[in-house]
């Protein structure tokens, strides 16, 4: 996991809850394996969720990826939808 990025304890229930319309989360766990950027998994009342905290601050960046991401799938491709990314969390 990215030791820049914010820890599981700075990623928090009631930061998610605020900024995404997940309902009630459950759980958040570290997920391994990010060397650039942190990476959660998110039990939330609306489902389970990807939670990518990004290093560089830059917001342009990650609406830059969303916006590859969520280009329209090929017929038969699947893909999950994702939330807008916001500005970091404190």
């Known amino acids: 996991m990215n030791t820049a990025a914010p820890t599981a304890a700075q990623v928090t229930v009631p930061?998610?809850?605020a900024?995404?319309?997940?309902?009630?989360?459950?759980?958040?766990?570290p997920l391994a394996g990010g060397s650039v950027?942190?990476?959660?998994c998110v039990q939330a009342?609306?489902?389970?969720?990807?939670?990518r905290v990004y290093?560089?601050?830059?917001?342009?960046?990650?609406r830059r990826e969303h916006a590859t991401v969520g280009w329209p799938a090929r017929p038969g491709f699947p893909r999950r939808?994702?939330?807008?990314?916001t500005r970091a969390i404190p």
């Open 45 to 51: 009342q609306a489902g389970t969720f990807h939670l």
């Open 81 to 85: 939808a994702s939330c807008p990314p």
């Open 19 to 29: 900024r995404w319309p997940v309902g009630t989360v459950q759980s958040v766990t």
């Open 37 to 40: 950027n942190a990476a959660y």
């Open 15 to 17: 930061g998610i809850e």
């Open 55 to 62: 290093r560089d601050p830059r917001l342009d960046r990650a």
